[in-house]
């Protein structure tokens, strides 16, 4: 008895062969509980070992390998091929990053968006560890908690139209998680990060379309996270012109 097979077709890029991407279709083997990211280490495996991709966990958990899945940014190990059997699947590497290889990305200029708002405790002058942990209250802690979920998948650069049509936009992961230590009662770098966040290229370039929000695995929701960074840093504005003599 034949096995049941499924068709992908794959983006490949290898730049020493040629100048531009084209595609690959493959018959893979399909497994009722697999998913799309199944389907492609058995191409890697039996099929084609030239294959280039990232993942790891295959959990949900490490976010490393999220591709365009049918147009649509998604983490592969949570994509089931049975949600698209029989027909085939196109599958590409995240849009809005330039190709490495085949559906490997750069992510060179997000590593650098992220470090730019520095998404760590900030302290203008530590607590000596003699003096004990700096501790919280649970709902200290629930203030930031969701947006701490944050795996760096990128799935929402790829979703992100201000991304596609911006390169120099922070973007959604960091400027959500930004506003994850902005909300932490340990942190004390608020100051700095609105420097950063209040520019054209922060938070006042999103147009809140929400896109980022809808593909996000973990429902850390960076566009809440945005808009909450316009009201606190306007708020800010307005405490400043109206009362100057209480400035930070």
């Given at each position: 008895m034949s096995k049941e097979t499924i068709t992908l077709e794959v983006l490949r890029y290898r730049p020493e062969q040629e100048q531009e991407p084209t595609f690959q279709l493959y018959e893979s083997e399909y497994r009722e509980d697999w998913v799309v990211l199944d389907a492609i280490?058995?191409?890697?495996?039996?099929i084609d070992g030239t294959l280039s991709y990232r993942w790891s966990c295959r959990m949900g958990v490490c976010g490393s390998c999220g591709m365009m899945i049918?147009?649509?940014?998604?983490?592969?190990?949570?994509?089931?091929?049975?949600?698209?059997?029989?027909?085939?699947?196109?599958?590409e590497p995240l849009a809005n990053f330039p190709i490495e290889r085949d559906l490997v990305i750069v992510m060179d200029d997000f590593m650098e968006k992220l470090t730019s708002v520095k998404p760590w405790i900030l302290r203008e002058q530590e607590m000596p560890i003699s003096e004990g942990e700096y501790r919280q209250t649970p709902a200290e802690l629930a203030r930031y908690k969701q947006f701490s979920?944050?795996?760096?998948?990128?799935?929402?650069?790829?979703?992100?139209?201000?991304?596609?049509?911006e390169p120099d936009f922070i973007g959604p992961a960091a400027i959500a998680l930004a506003h994850?230590?902005?909300l932490d009662s340990r942190d004390q770098g608020r100051s700095w990060r609105e420097q950063v966040l209040s520019t054209e290229e922060g938070i006042w370039a999103c147009t809140y379309v929400g896109t980022c929000?809808?593909?996000?695995?973990?429902?850390?929701?960076?566009?809440?996270?945005?808009?909450?960074?316009?009201?606190?840093?306007?708020?800010?504005w307005f405490k400043g012109v109206l009362m100057p003599w209480k400035g930070r």
């Open positions: 280490n058995h191409i890697k495996d039996h049918n147009g649509e940014p998604k983490l592969s190990c949570a994509a089931f091929l049975r949600d698209y059997y029989p027909n085939p699947i196109r599958v979920m944050c795996m760096n998948c990128m799935l929402c650069y790829s979703a992100c139209p201000v991304s596609a049509l994850r230590y902005n929000t809808t593909v996000c695995p973990v429902n850390v929701d960076p566009a809440g996270a945005i808009q909450q960074e316009k009201m606190s840093i306007t708020a800010e």
